[in-house]
């Protein structure tokens, strides 16, 4: 029931993002993820911008399974000195993920992330941007036989690279 209202909220969102910047992003998580390609569409809001992610990564320790990835976040520049200009500064990022492999059970990821980042100017439309972040995550295992799913907390330190390809607002 969860996932489902998730699942709304999340497409409800990809509408109104339609307006938005959009990005190609590469990211790797530094603990479960070899390596996450992902699309990535951002709202510019006049204190941040809010986005959402669609990815797919390789999961190292389920031999290599497919693990798609959702996640709605913000990110705004840092409370600095105003350099009239919204890139080459620091910004800060809250971020929620959910993520799923199937490998002969169902393995679901729901992880709420703090992080800060950095971004460059590649001239008038493009950007990129360095992000570290840290997550609280919870982990359910849905194992056939078993009525009940396992659950499991963990922190998970994360590291993404993305690229804006087209830098604008409508």
């Known amino acids: 029931m969860c996932f489902r209202k998730i699942t709304l909220l999340l497409c409800l969102i990809s509408i109104k993002m339609l307006s938005a910047q959009y ?9 479960r993820y070899d390596q996450v ?14 986005g959402l992610e669609l990815g797919c990564g390789v999961e190292r320790s389920l031999q290599g399974a497919l693990a798609p990835q959702m996640a709605l976040f913000w990110q705004a520049p840092l409370p600095t000195k105003d350099r009239h200009y919204a890139f080459h500064r620091p910004y800060y990022m809250l971020r929620y993920q959910f993520d799923f492999q199937k490998v ?15 971004a460059f100017s590649l001239g008038a439309r493009h950007s990129l941007l360095l992000q570290l972040g840290l997550g609280t995550v919870v982990e359910y295992l849905y194992i056939p036989n078993l009525s009940n799913p396992q659950r499991h907390f963990f922190l998970n330190p994360q590291m993404q690279l993305n690229y804006f390809f087209r830098n604008h607002s409508k």
């Not at 990005?23 to 603990?31: E, I, K, N, S, T």
């Open 23 to 31: 990005m190609v992003g590469l990211g790797a998580a530094l603990h």
């Open 104 to 118: 002969g059970f169902l393995d679901t990821y729901h992880g709420i992330y703090g992080g800060v980042g950095y």
């Open 37 to 50: 390609l992902s699309v990535k569409g951002v709202k510019a809001l006049d204190a941040g911008g809010l």
